[in-house]
């Protein structure tokens, strides 16, 4: 979870978190939610630009 508090703004996501580091659902960033906990996404250090990769296997 710190990991991705930490990373939450660079990879553009709409995470809002509690006092205690807990994800605060609301409709607003459900889909955030899903995108963060269970894709894989890359961002290229040249282009800041994110990519989202369903499989990384």
Do not use: E, P, W
């Amino acid at each position: 979870m710190a990991n991705l508090i930490a990373n939450a703004l660079q990879f553009r996501l709409n995470l809002q978190f509690d006092a205690q580091g807990k994800i605060i659902a609301s409709y607003d960033c459900c889909a955030d939610v899903f995108q963060a906990l269970l894709v894989h996404r890359l961002q290229s250090h040249f282009s800041a630009h994110i990519y989202d990769v369903t499989n990384a296997s």
